[in-house]
């Protein structure tokens, strides 16, 4: 069995934004970690360990989902001690319809679950930057990176299916029409 996570992919101005700001936090301060380990920005569904990646791809290559608009009010900070940075995003009507729809077609190919929307804990988000963040290093961030911290959107475009035994790998995508 391996760790696969279901995330909704997006491009565009605030794609690029993400990247441009991992740039900084690296150049600036030394935070890469979520650069270097994970694959593109991303919102994960779902996250858990399965030996069926194949059935849940063809199950969810079924689904039929146009690209949507999804806002984010802004940054959070989960304060743990080791803090997470992230992008927030609206838990839309039409956000969750998705992933109880995402939910309903792959959940049963899951074992040990570690993320989940039906969890009342999961907060739709896509981290800027973890584990090698420490508090002392978010007055610098925010100075250099302002253009991330504001009200937001993208364009949710695929579906992501992402191995993270290592390193994030994205070993499938399906476009949203």
Same mark, same amino acid.
């Given at each position: ?5 279901? @995330? ?7 794609? *690029?934004?993400?990247?441009? @700001? ?36 063809? =199950? ?39 992933? =109880?729809?995402? =939910? ?7 074992? *040990? ?27 610098? /961030?925010?100075?250099? @990176? ?7 959107? @993208?364009?949710?475009?695929? /579906? ?18």
């Amino acid at each position: 069995m391996k760790n696969y996570a279901i @995330a909704l992919g997006f491009k565009g101005k605030l794609y *690029n934004n993400i990247i441009r @700001a991992w740039k900084i936090f690296e150049k600036s301060v030394g935070i890469k970690y979520i650069s270097t380990f994970h694959t593109q920005p991303h919102i994960v569904i779902i996250a858990g360990k399965t030996k069926n990646i194949e059935k849940i791809y063809k =199950n969810l290559k079924k689904i039929k989902i146009n690209k949507f608009k999804l806002k984010s009010p802004g940054l959070g900070v989960f304060a743990n001690k080791e803090p997470n940075l992230y992008i927030r995003w609206e838990q839309s009507s039409k956000l969750i319809k998705i992933c =109880n729809l995402i =939910n309903k077609k792959s959940i049963n190919y899951f074992h *040990n679950i570690y993320q989940n929307p039906k969890n009342s804990f999961w907060v739709p988000k896509t981290t800027l930057a973890y584990k090698d963040l420490n508090y002392a290093d978010l007055k610098s /961030i925010f100075s250099k @990176a302002k253009f991330i911290f504001k009200k937001n959107h @993208a364009i949710i475009d695929s /579906i992501y299916l992402i191995n993270f035994d290592s390193r994030e790998i994205l070993t499938h995508k399906i476009k949203l029409k």
